[in-house]
T-cell receptor, first 109, second 112 residues
Framework: KNEVEQSPQNLTAQEGEFITINCSYS?????LHWLQQHPGGGIVSLFM???GKKKHGRLIATINIQEKHSSLHITASHPRDSAVYIC???????????FGKGTRLSVIA | DSGVTQTPKHLITATGQRVTLRCSPR?????VYWYQQSLDQGLQFLIQ???????AKGNILERFSAQQFPDLHSELNLSSLELGDSALYFC???????????FGPGTRLLVL
């Protein structure tokens, strides 16, 4: 069983919809990362968080340490948000990132 | 643009060959990470260097090796290549081990 589980695996949304992608992990962590991988392959780091909530533009990431769960929300989704969103965790500064398998999001105009 | 550069962008080679992938981290970043992304395995951590020294090792095959040079650029050497080594190889860098990682554009390796 992967230490990091994401759901859903695939998601199709209409432009303007509110989107939620979930990530659950099984081990204690020091930080959780949300990454975005564009269709061309490039990876962008969206958030790194260890508690609470972070917001950047239309993206919001939350984490509940007790429940070992994080969510990535996209408000007013747009076709340019179409990408694979990957959750990754680390349980200390020196341990490597463990990745989820990603959620493939398609936003249709 | 993350500030991390990787060369080459694409590489096609034959089984049994050896290749070297190069990564230049963002200016000032001391940590360099190498990742492999294959279709069936997703992203996997290979190895991390911090200021020239190996810091952490993941599922890196013995046929693979890496180093970080005094100018902080890093190279990943893949030898005795097999078909299954075909993948995207990403380099990432960060200031320290606990900071956000910035990913390079990747090197797409195809072994025929």
């Amino acid at each position: 069983k992967n230490e990091v589980e994401q759901s859903p695996q695939n998601l199709t949304a209409q432009e303007g919809e509110f989107i939620t992608i979930n990530c659950s992990y099984s081990v204690g962590i020091s930080a959780l990362h949300w990454l975005q991988q564009h269709p061309g392959g490039g990876i962008v780091s969206l958030f790194m968080l260890s508690s609470g909530k972070k917001k950047h533009g239309r993206l919001i990431a939350t984490i509940n340490i007790q429940e070992k769960h994080s969510s990535l929300h996209i408000t007013a989704s747009h076709p340019r948000d179409s990408a694979v969103y990957i959750c990754a965790v680390t349980n200390s500064g020196n341990t490597p990132l463990v990745f989820g398998k990603g959620t493939r999001l398609s936003v249709i105009a | 643009d993350s500030g991390v550069t990787q060369t080459p962008k694409h590489l096609i080679t034959a089984t049994g060959q050896r290749v070297t992938l190069r990564c230049s981290p963002r200016s000032g970043d001391l940590s360099v990470y190498w990742y492999q992304q294959s279709l069936d395995q997703g992203l996997q951590f290979l190895i991390q260097y911090y200021n020239g020294e190996e810091r952490a090792k993941g599922n890196i095959l013995e046929r693979f090796s890496a180093q970080q040079f005094p100018d902080l650029h890093s190279e990943l050497n893949l030898s005795s290549l097999e078909l299954g080594d075909s993948a995207l190889y990403f380099c990432a860098s960060s200031l320290t081990s606990v900071e956000t990682q910035y990913f390079g554009p990747g090197t797409r390796l195809l072994v025929l």
